[in-house]
């Protein structure tokens, strides 16, 4: 049975297609299937939203670090 992925739109095979959810409580907030290059795509996406540095702000008066 070939599918499309739900990011590019072109044919896949279930063999080939992930399927990516995004659940909160149990509950599935969301989900794609997608090829193999397009999960390629978010697993990129995803390990460099993971790695960016919060924006840290010292007030000196306080010493206090407000994330």
Partial sequence: MADSCDACGSAVE??????VRLSVD???????R??????ADWIDRYEERMRSEPDV???EDNDIIVD
């Fill in 14 to 19: 279930d063999a080939l297609a992930r399927t």
């Fill in 34 to 39: 997608l090829c193999p290059g397009c999960f």
């Fill in 57 to 59: 702000t010292i007030d």
């Fill in 26 to 32: 149990r509950s599935t907030v969301d989900e794609q």
